[in-house]
């Protein structure tokens, strides 16, 4: 089965989002005893790391961490973390089995600019508000035992060593101390969630957290292409599936249209004014299909051709045409383009 990339690199930089889910929905916590041994697990996990744990919620059949892997370790410590945890479960209830459904989340985000930090903690730390374990007025977020959170609010309570807040808090604007304007920020976006507009926007700010690869501006993004082509290198392509291949290989097709453009002479932005079936078009159609893995549709709407059929049929005419003029141009590109591993030509 096709698994998703790991994007791994050394640095204080280098923080995910990690999210897993009990198999088939199921608890990975049957009580409190189960939540402390994860705990000291992930103690342990990070002993043997160095991880720094930014922000961290058990709920019941989930749990989420924003951790940072300065050693670059992140498949290593997950593996460990889980599957202790999971060992140590199983004992205990004497039961046998994945605990975890399918393998974790890990978005990877820019922990050294921006504000992604206060986003990504402030969505773990309301997961209890969301669930309605919490509500505005009483303890507040602050009585939910199994999160990061209280320690952000409750001074006196001793930490553990890898428990980090300094980073959230600066990234919010407030100084490391300033435990009361967390509270408050918090506690105002409990408010939020009670008011229709105000989850709606929240929802908003959340989608990239819930449905994408990367959390971060576009040189961000542009790094973590370049470790996604190198992690592709080392294996398999088709080992992997998910949002980061398929940003991979969009950013390649991209690169590749661009390619091809410069050597038919054919200025990118005027593709739009020109015939939806003139030759270039029909060439850099066949070419992109043949080199990439980009479905009709994308291509289609990047080379201004209209309806997806038309691919197709560029496809099938500039490998089966004796047309000069279509001939000469399939020959430049087999002679001088450049650029990736060759794919099977795929069916049009």
């Known amino acids: 089965m096709a698994r998703a990339i790991r994007i791994e690199y050394p640095g204080a930089g280098a923080v995910y989002h990690l999210m897993a889910r009990g198999n088939q929905g199921q608890a990975i916590f049957a009580d409190d005893l189960d939540r402390q041994t994860w705990l000291r697990t992930l103690d342990q996990a990070c002993e043997k790391t160095g991880w720094r744990i930014h922000a961290w919620v058990l709920m019941s059949n989930h749990y989420h961490l924003l951790a940072e892997t300065p050693e670059g370790n992140l498949v290593a410590g997950m593996k460990w973390l889980q599957a202790t945890y999971t060992q140590r479960y199983n004992s205990r209830h004497s039961v046998f089995g994945h605990l975890f459904q399918g393998r974790y989340k890990a978005l990877v985000v820019d922990g050294a600019a921006g504000n992604y930090l206060g986003v990504v903690s402030t969505y ?3 997961n209890p508000a969301r669930a309605g374990l919490v509500s505005a007025g009483g303890a507040g977020l602050a009585g939910y035992r199994w999160s990061s959170y209280p320690w952000y609010v409750k ?5 553990p060593a890898w428990q980090v807040t ?3 808090l600066g990234n919010l604007g407030l100084g490391p101390e300033d435990w009361r304007g967390y509270a408050a920020y918090l506690e105002g976006r409990v408010l939020e969630l009670g008011i229709k507009a105000g989850r709606k926007a929240l929802e908003a700010e959340w989608k990239r957290i819930r449905r994408g690869w990367y959390l971060g501006g576009e040189g961000f993004r542009g790094r973590m292409l370049k ?3 190198a992690a592709l290198g080392e294996g398999r392509t088709a080992s992997y599936a998910g949002p980061a291949k398929e940003a991979h290989n969009e950013a390649e097709a991209e690169r590749l249209l661009a390619e091809g453009i410069k050597l038919l002479g054919v200025a990118g932005g005027s593709l739009a004014e020109r015939p939806k079936g003139m030759a270039e078009k029909q060439v850099l159609a066949w070419w992109l299909r043949r080199r990439t893995t980009m479905g009709r549709r994308w291509v289609s709407e990047r080379l201004w051709m209209g309806e997806e059929s038309r691919v197709s049929r ?3 005419l500039v ?3 004796r047309d000069d003029e279509l001939a000469s141009l ?8 450049g650029g990736g591993p060759k794919e099977p ?3 049009p």
Not at 155 to 159: A, H, N, Y
Not at 330 to 337: E, N, S, T
Request: glycine residues 0%.
């Open 345 to 347: 030509a795929p069916q």
């Open 319 to 321: 490998e089966t045409s």
């Open 314 to 316: 560029a496809v099938r």
């Open 330 to 337: 399939k020959q430049r590109f087999l002679a001088k383009a």
């Open 155 to 159: 001074t006196r309570r001793q930490q």
């Open 227 to 229: 470790k996604i082509k």
């Open 166 to 168: 300094e980073r959230v």
């Open 124 to 126: 773990i730390h309301l």
